[in-house]
């Protein structure tokens, strides 16, 4: 695991010179995807979901990066599609992934996700728990998904989110077919076994991808990380334990290496 690989670039204003090499070496590959989570990685986290938006500067390399030859970017991210088109504002090329994996979307005519009616069930039943939780516990609240529903505590006080999440977590796990997943500040439940790493994995066989970039901020995202392949790279955001080969302190920093990888897949000699 790395812990503090380019953990300095962002002090420096600069990017870690072994994080430099491994952007050039990914720049040549014949067919590059970038995919990227969005809460913590292209957008600051804040207290409403809903409030969330790319920084400008990232949001500006992505569409640099969308617009050259071979180079196809996507978004992998636990919202649902839904939420996701309206916090990232996508451009119709960009490969969404939503919901963990549960939901696709590669273009015009991608299937709808459907459920079976026990899992219809389960999901009716998960979401009366929540329900109930959120009443009870001031400062959380329920996110809706086609697949699942979510418990935030970002918002509540430390001794109530624990509370709540405790609460929720006990009466969820009794729901047969139902999946729960830790995130932060968030406690998430699916009817369907579904994670990044096999979104990450969909896309690079869709657009045949000869090398894959990703990076992500949360514990859901070491599903895609830990789906990469050696001639991928990864970066993790933030603090926290990862299988990623480097790391940077924030979006922010982030966005920076983002520039970096889109002046140098402009620059390489393919382009």
């Not at 998430?188 to 990450?200: C, I």
């Amino acid at each position: 695991m790395n812990e503090n690989r380019a953990a300095t670039s962002e002090n420096r204003g600069e990017l870690d010179p072994a994080l430099r090499r491994a952007l050039e070496e990914i720049s040549s590959t014949p067919r590059l995807l970038v995919a990227l989570d969005f809460d913590g990685t292209l957008a600051p986290i804040v207290a409403r979901a809903e409030d969330a938006r790319a920084l400008p500067a990232a949001a500006a390399a992505v569409k640099e990066l969308l617009a050259l030859p071979e180079t196809t970017t996507a978004f992998i991210s636990g919202r649902a599609l839904e939420s996701l088109r309206l916090v990232a504002s996508p451009d119709d090329r960009t490969l969404l992934i939503g919901s963990h994996g549960a939901e696709v979307f590669t273009g015009p005519g991608s299937p709808a996700l459907t459920l079976d009616e026990a899992q219809s069930l389960a999901l009716r039943q998960a979401t009366a728990v929540v329900e109930k939780v959120v009443a009870a516990h001031p400062g959380t609240r329920l996110e809706a998904k086609p697949a699942g529903v979510v418990l935030h505590t970002r918002t509540a006080e430390d001794a109530v989110a624990e509370a709540a999440t405790e609460e929720a977590r006990r009466e969820l796990s009794a729901i047969e077919g139902l999946h729960l997943t830790d995130g932060k500040r968030v406690l998430e439940t699916s009817v369907l076994s579904s994670d990044k790493g096999q979104g990450l994995e969909l896309l690079r066989a869709f657009t045949e991808a000869t090398a894959v970039f990703f990076a992500g901020d949360d514990v859901t995202d070491e599903d895609a990380i830990k789906a990469l392949q050696p001639q991928d790279l990864g970066v993790k955001i933030g603090p926290g334990i990862s299988g990623a080969a480097f790391r940077v302190d924030s979006p922010e920093a982030f966005a920076r290496v983002l520039e970096t990888l889109a002046e140098l897949r402009r620059m390489s000699p393919q382009n």
